[in-house]
């Protein structure tokens, strides 16, 4: 007969052992997406246009710089997420932007892939300093361009337990609008 040391060890190794099994089963079993774990994704790197394109601050207000170094960050954050870790506005930048959005692990990855480049290529003037400082009305058709490309408009609602959503405040779709409004506005 075991002993009442061996019979604890033995009796501890088949409780966790029987513990992943259980939890996997209620997990499955229980309510919706409520339960879902979120996968463990490193931090992304911050980025701030303005510390990458110093040329950034005599082309815009101190006002509009802050609004695009938000946007960005936004930018860079979500699009880190949606794409598992695989991408942001570092990675992009050391590729010159040059990447097929083909390759993003989902739709939104995809979508937000084709915002940054968007953003890249006309508020940061594809990384070049500007020969002339942007208009307000060069800025609200970059802004328009933006709200109304079909990436923007077909950007999900992120899912609210996803890890996009733990991630950031506020709803993406919006939190992006808003930053594109606000440099319409502070540009006039």
Not at 75 to 86: K, P
Request: proline share 7%.
């Amino acid at each position: 007969m075991l002993s009442i040391k061996a019979r604890l060890k033995f009796l501890s190794k088949i409780a966790q052992q029987a513990a992943p099994a259980a939890t996997a089963s209620t997990s499955t079993s229980a309510t919706p997406a409520a339960a879902t774990p979120v996968p463990s994704i490193a931090p992304p790197p911050s980025f701030q246009a303005s510390a990458v394109w110093g040329w950034l601050n005599s082309a815009y207000t101190p006002t509009t710089i802050s609004t695009i170094n938000n946007l960005c960050s936004t930018l860079n954050m979500a699009l880190h997420y949606a794409s598992n870790g695989q991408c942001n506005l570092q990675i992009l930048r050391g590729q010159a932007f040059q990447v097929d959005p083909s390759g993003m692990p989902s739709v939104d990855a995809k979508n937000l892939l084709n915002l940054s480049i968007l953003v890249y290529k006309t508020f940061l003037n594809a990384g070049n300093a500007f020969q002339a400082k942007p208009t307000g009305k060069q800025i609200k058709t970059w802004g328009d361009m933006m709200s109304n490309s079909q990436s923007f408009l077909n950007l999900s609602q992120i899912n609210p337990t996803g890890i996009i959503a733990q991630k950031m405040s506020g709803n993406l779709k919006d939190n992006i609008l808003n930053y594109i409004r606000y440099l319409e506005i502070a540009n006039p």
